[in-house]
């Protein structure tokens, strides 16, 4: 099946949230961020409509034309505002949890390059179409869509996100791996412009057949 990948609308910034929560929800680093597993998705869904939101006035927030995947991204030639009244919003969102959140926030803030970039946010697909192909769709999108702006890019990303990170382009810099909590492992990546990715032969395979879902 052919995916079409389109700009999301306003109207489905809830959906992307979810869609986002539900990828996310079984990784390590969502029960670092929710302990509380009953708690967990709807709060993850809360948080991530904050930052689509953010991401439709300052990136852009890319879907499959079915809406089971999707990128979130940031335009960062300049430095960014906060969403707004985001600590309120947060604390609405997350509750006990919020501290978390705001950590992630700061680690993000202290790998992020000074330099203008690309921020892919994240990449999530809905479980059951994971390993289907739609994150190399997208990833593909994306790669495109780098080529034109001739901007490098830059994410944060799990163990397991390395492999079709690196086939599109990006390199790991192992030197500013985070580790956030015991079991929770976050590995910046970077891609420069026109940068080509490593074959399907020579890339690093993930140790998980997990979709990944990067922050």
């Known amino acids: 099946m052919t995916h079409r990948i389109r700009a999301a609308r306003w109207v489905e910034k809830e959906h992307v949230a979810a869609v986002i929560a539900e990828a996310l929800q079984p ?7 929710v302990p509380d597993q009953e708690q967990r998705g709807r709060v993850l869904t809360d948080v991530a409509a904050i ?22 991204c940031f335009h960062r030639y300049r430095p960014l505002p906060p969403p707004a009244s985001y600590t309120t919003r947060l604390a609405t969102a997350a509750g006990p949890h919020a501290d978390n959140f705001l950590a992630l926030d700061d680690i993000i803030a202290s790998r992020q390059p000074t330099e203008a970039h690309y921020h892919l946010a994240c990449l999530a697909v809905r479980p059951p179409h994971q390993r289907t192909g739609l994150g190399r ?5 994306l790669r495109s869509r780098l080529d034109l702006i001739e901007l490098p890019s830059w994410t944060l990303t ?13 390199t790991a810099d192992h030197h500013a791996i985070v580790r956030p909590a015991d079991g ?8 420069r412009c026109g940068q080509r990715g490593e074959t399907a032969t020579t890339a690093h395979r993930p140790t998980s057949s997990r979709q990944n879902f990067r922050v």
């Open 184 to 191: 929770v492992t976050l590995q910046p990546m970077t891609r």
């Open 27 to 33: 990784t390590p680093i969502a029960a670092w961020l």
């Open 158 to 170: 799990l163990p397991t996100g390395r492999h079709l990170l690196a086939q599109a382009g990006y």
């Open 137 to 141: 769709t997208l990833m593909h999108h």
């Open 51 to 72: 930052w689509v939101e953010h991401a439709m006035f300052y990136g852009d927030v890319h879907v499959t034309s079915d809406l089971t995947a999707a990128t979130v």
